[in-house]
Nanobody, 129 residues
Framework: QVQLMESGGGSVQAGGSLSLSCTAS????????LGWFRQVPGKEREGVAV????????LYADSVAGRFTISQDKAKGTVYLQMNSLKPEDTAMYYC??????????????????????WGQGTQVTVSS
């Protein structure tokens, strides 16, 4: 049984930084795509960044590329999201998600939320101007 538990988040002023952690259990050792998604009320959930758990190839949304960094500690089964230069539009509920959506080349081919079947409970990130 796959379980995902997020921690981190909180409130920060624009330009600040926050970090999120997601500890996963029950994922197959042959690999998964594990990453972060976010949602604001009234909008669809969107992919932020995902990482292939066996390799380290990553996939970022254009809106966060260069500001956010996803990384992992494979021994701990934990993925991190370091968020720098935060903007008010980054305010959202952030979710950790996982699924086996990787290619034979060892990269995650999608960060489309509805394709991921395993989800954490979410953690709020609020950026004030």
């Amino acid at each position: 049984q796959v379980q995902l538990m997020e921690s981190g988040g909180g409130s920060v002023q624009a330009g600040g930084s926050l970090s999120l952690s997601c500890t996963a259990s029950g994922l197959p050792h042959t690999g998964s795509c594990l990453g972060w998604f976010r949602q604001v009320p009234g909008k669809e959930r969107e992919g932020v960044a995902v990482i292939y758990t066996v390799g380290d190839k990553t996939l970022y949304a254009d809106s966060v590329a260069g500001r956010f960094t996803i990384s992992q500690d494979k021994a701990k089964g934990t993925v991190y999201l370091q968020m720098n230069s935060l903007k008010p539009e980054d305010t959202a509920m952030y979710y950790c998600a996982a699924d086996r959506l990787f290619s034979s080349g060892g990269y995650c081919y999608t960060s489309t939320a509805y394709e991921y079947n395993y989800w954490g409970q979410g953690t709020q990130v609020t950026v004030s101007s």
